[in-house]
């Protein structure tokens, strides 16, 4: 029962939750438990309840003061002494809150779904390479300890080992009960097969064979879902937040001559509901579809081949230590950060790449110096019309260049490496096929030509030389390089090479799983090209609208006697400020179709500013 609830007004509102639950059907108790959600059915409705009265309270308690008091203010060209702009405002924000909040369960639970079937078939190849000596709870337990590779998998797996080890069930009960919850149909199906080949006493190894190729099949075909989603979600976009502008400012011109003053109000409208429902898209988008994985995460790999590692203050209790051991152990963490130090030095760009608070950082010195500039009055020296809007212009651009450059660096680090993996471990699979050991072929293959992997091919070789072990050489190698697609094709050979030493078909594996990753990158990167090209072709017929509008619409009146009274600078004014709206938005939204990164739009976003700023600026 809730605290500070009758038990009659709690039973009433149980019952009205209850109501509300078959309202909305079976599938949003499902819904709630996919999206994993920590929360029930009950309570989150519960939730929603008080945040709509909340808000709803908040209007009225708005409107009960600008009507009572009678004060008067423009909000976006609206008087707040109307109580229907109260009335409207209620009777839209309400119903769309409450429909966001009812929904948003299934869109989580939709973008998980498209997660999972996407990296499924890496996660099958994973345990099939296991299941010649590992059984079958530990190669759930091996996919849920590697989160970092598998993802939402990963996340689903967890769920079986909370209920064997927390719970106490068997792993058949565990895994009966994941299918009931989890959003993937694929994932529900491959459980419910793998069940009954456990339970028969099935060749699960074959089966895990049988059905990597059919789920790679099935991520092909999640990823053309994916695609169809981008389609809709850019022909919306390009609807009612790009040729719904130029529609309006036509019309709003068009009044401006006849000194028609009707439409003024759309204009602050506009720079509330374009990047707002902007922002929304690109959350849902965000929400909905897989992110092209650019994450580069690096991790100290701690060894203990030769009797250990020294130990840290860290790692010991310092009252246990005399002074002298306590110096030592202070002497060795200060040689350990100064070397990092240093490797950062030397490796700068590297450095850059892999956090992004370096990028921000000099994103805040480029924007500090921008403004500084405005203050000084640079910007009314250099853009004599609408220097504002020119100076606002320019300091999203050099904002975002810092951080275009880190990400579009990593970008280009990422593809060199994934490249050139097929490439390694084909030849390190034929070198084994002729006899040669894992330890030679990596030294013979560290002086190939293979980018950014030669490196870090010829750092494992030398470690190897120095006496590390070659699985040691090559975690350090995966860590060191940091990427998904490394480290789920290097993760497999050293864990079969523990328990085998018939490498060939892992390395096939290994093989046809980077294969398939790069191929659906390429389909995916292939097919969206066109939708960020109908971003800057629906920009550009904004651009070309407005030109046409000011110069040689206007031109075409000049010396006929007709009584037109048009405000052309304000007009510029105007669309110049929408123009940086659409223009910084549109090329985010770019970004979220290709990548569905924000940092993979702002280089999208500095073009489109770029070409506002020199039309508005310096054409016209």
């Known amino acids: 029962m809730q605290i500070g609830l009758p038990p009659a007004l709690y039973e009433a509102e149980q019952k009205f939750t209850d109501l509300e639950i078959r309202l909305h059907g079976s599938g949003f108790r499902t819904a709630i438990r996919s999206a994993h959600l920590p929360v029930t059915a009950e309570q989150y409705l519960r939730t929603c309840r008080h945040n709509l009265a909340q808000t709803a309270a908040g209007i009225i308690l708005m409107a009960l003061f600008f009507l009572i008091t009678g004060i008067d203010v423009a909000l976006l060209g609206f008087s707040t002494a109307n109580p229907m702009v109260w009335a409207g405002l209620f009777g839209i924000l309400i119903p769309g809150m409450y429909a966001f909040l009812v929904y948003y369960p299934v869109i989580v639970a939709r973008g998980r779904k498209s997660r999972i079937e996407l990296d499924l078939p890496y996660a099958i190849s994973y345990m099939q390479a296991l299941s010649t000596t590992v059984p079958p709870y530990e190669m759930i337990r091996r996919i849920y300890e590697e989160s970092d590779m598998f993802g939402e998998v990963s996340r689903e797996f967890a769920m079986i080992i909370r209920d064997v080890e927390l719970f106490g069930d068997d792993m058949i009960t565990a895994m009966r009960n994941l299918q009931r919850t989890t959003p993937s149909p694929h994932l529900r199906d491959f459980l419910n097969d793998l069940g009954i080949v456990f339970d028969s006493g099935g060749d699960i190894s074959s089966y895990l064979g049988a059905k990597t190729e059919y789920y790679r099949d099935q991520a092909r075909q999640e990823l053309e879902l994916v695609l169809k989603t981008i389609e809709i979600m850019a022909e919306v976009y390009v609807s009612a937040f790009v040729a719904g502008p130029i529609a309006l400012i036509i019309m709003i011109v068009a009044q401006g001559m006849t000194n028609s003053q009707g439409m003024d109000w759309i204009l602050p409208l506009m720079y509330v509901l374009i990047p707002a429902g902007a922002i ?322 702002f280089k999208h976003s500095i073009v489109l500013l770029s070409a506002a700023l020199g039309l508005f600026v310096f054409l016209m």
């Open 280 to 601: 929304l898209m690109i959350w849902i988008l965000s929400m909905m579809l897989p992110p092209e994985n650019l994450e580069v995460t690096r991790k100290e790999v701690v060894e203990h081949d030769f009797g250990g590692t020294i130990p840290t203050l860290e790692t010991r209790e310092p009252d246990g230590l005399c002074a002298e051991d306590r110096e030592f152990f202070r002497r060795i963490d200060a040689q350990k950060q100064r070397h990092s130090v240093i490797n950062r030095l030397k490796n700068p760009l590297r450095t850059y790449i892999t956090s992004y608070d370096y990028s921000l950082v000099a994103s805040g010195i480029v924007a500090g110096i921008i403004t500084a500039f405005w203050f000084f009055g640079w910007f009314d020296t250099l853009l004599p019309h609408n220097p504002f809007e020119g100076f606002l212009c320019i300091l999203i651009i050099g904002s975002m260049i810092p951080v275009v450059i880190a990400y579009e660096s990593r970008r280009w680090y990422v593809r060199n490496v994934e490249a050139h993996l097929p490439e390694f471990l084909r030849e390190l699979s034929d070198m084994k096929d002729i006899g040669i050991t894992l330890q030679e072929a990596i030294h013979r293959i560290s002086g190939a030509r293979l980018g950014v992997l030669s490196s870090e091919l010829s750092v494992a070789s030398r470690d190897i030389e120095a006496g590390v072990y070659v699985n040691s050489a090559l975690v350090r190698m995966e860590e060191r390089i940091g990427l998904v697609s490394v480290k789920r094709a290097i993760s497999l050979l050293v864990r079969a090479s523990e328990i085998t030493t018939n490498l060939r078909q892992i390395f096939i594996i290994a093989i046809t799983d980077i294969e398939h990753y790069l191929k659906l990158k390429r389909e995916r990167a292939n097919t969206t090209i066109v939708y960020v090209m109908i971003i800057y072709l629906s920009f550009g017929i904004y651009l070309y609208t407005a030109y046409q509008l000011n110069v040689p619409f206007l031109a075409s009146f000049t010396g006929q006697n007709m009584n037109v009274n048009i405000d052309t600078a304000g007009n510029l004014t105007e669309m110049f400020r929408i123009g940086i709206i659409l223009g910084a938005f549109s090329g985010i939204m770019a970004g979220q179709f290709s990548s569905n990164s924000i940092l993979a739009g």
